[in-house]
């Protein structure tokens, strides 16, 4: 099977339809699935979500797609998350899997959180507390999804970072709200065989886990910088 990752599409409104179908059907002509890794919408709200909802029913295979921060913004994502499934988008929140074509597809959006030593932790304040336990649960959700499969291949798709190296080119002092190390961690205890993930606008667009699972980083930006409008890749 072959799918084609994207990010950070940033829907703004009903204007914005052609650049999202151009980008959409671009992808679908080259793979079997198409992977939207979340920042569907600029500010979250219906409306943007109904203009990417139009982009889609121009695509001739299946959507695959996990949410960003945007598309929290506008207090709102339930409703836009309804909205993308009513169009048929298999939208993955919080460890959410389906099974297309004998290939499993597991995401959740993951959060921020940091890496390795540098991990924020669950320390003093309960504000800080509940940042990282935010982290920590999205990472178990995206683990139980991966284990929850039993698929030949496994996809995951989330909008953080799960790895350093895919976000190490943007200011270090933001690293801790690109993704989180504990997302990696359920890659590799997961089994996962490949992630993407987008967020990180002047990321970097390969890394890997500490177990070894190849680690794409599909931000739009990042991929408009190597000439592309997405990723594609045989899983
Ligand atoms: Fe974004
Ligand atoms: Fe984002």
Do not use: W
């Not at 995206?142 to 698929?151: E, F």
Request: proline share 3%; glycine share 14%.
């Amino acid at each position: 099977m072959r799918v084609s990752a994207l990010a950070d599409l940033h829907a703004r409104d009903r204007d914005d339809a052609k650049r999202l179908a151009d980008l959409l059907a671009d992808a679908a002509r080259d793979a079997d699935v198409v992977l939207l890794c979340g920042d569907l919408t600029d500010h979250g709200r219906p409306a943007q979500a109904e203009a990417l909802l139009e982009a889609v029913h121009g695509v001739d295979a299946p959507v695959v797609a996990v949410l960003g921060n945007h598309d929290h913004e506008g207090g709102c994502a339930p409703e836009v998350a309804r909205i993308l499934r009513s169009g048929g988008v298999h939208l993955l929140d919080r460890g959410g899997a389906v099974e297309i074509g004998g290939v499993g597809f597991a995401g959740a959006k993951g959060f921020a959180g940091g890496f390795g030593r540098n991990a924020v932790r669950a320390f003093g304040e309960d504000a800080l507390k509940a940042f990282v336990t935010e982290s920590v649960v999205e990472a178990q959700a995206l683990r139980a999804a991966l284990k929850g499969l039993g698929t030949r291949a496994k996809v995951a798709l989330t909008h953080y970072s799960p790895v350093l190296e895919t976000v190490a080119t943007e200011p270090v002092e933001i690293h801790s709200f690109l993704g989180s190390s504990r997302l990696g961690q359920a890659l590799d205890e997961g089994g996962a065989t490949v992630a993407f993930h987008g967020h990180a606008h002047h990321g970097a667009p390969e890394g890997r886990t500490d177990g070894g699972v190849p680690v794409y980083n599909v931000s739009l930006p990042v991929l408009h910088r190597l000439g592309r409008g997405h990723l594609a890749l045989d899983v």
